[in-house]
């Protein structure tokens, strides 16, 4: 699930966060509200953009980040 708070923290609108990913706005509406599983990929790309960890996005802990994904963040 994505955190609202965490979009809208990084100023990003539904549909703004959409585009950037390159996929619908009802989407990311899905996923906030954990009606739509998110692929992996997505996942992945959706850390990047949001400045956090995938572990973060998918159990809400902020863990230490793999070397995959401060490759990813850099």
Do not use: H, W
Request: charged share 25%; net charge negative; proline share 1%.
């Amino acid at each position: 699930m994505i955190s609202v708070f965490l979009r809208e923290q990084k100023r990003y609108t539904q549909e703004e966060l959409a585009e950037e990913l390159m996929i619908k706005a009802n989407m990311i509406s899905g996923y906030e509200g954990n009606k739509v599983n998110i692929p992996l990929n997505t996942l992945q790309q959706l850390a990047k953009v949001l400045c956090t960890s995938v572990s973060y996005l998918a159990d809400g802990i902020e863990a230490e980040l793999t070397e995959e994904e401060e490759e990813l963040l850099s």
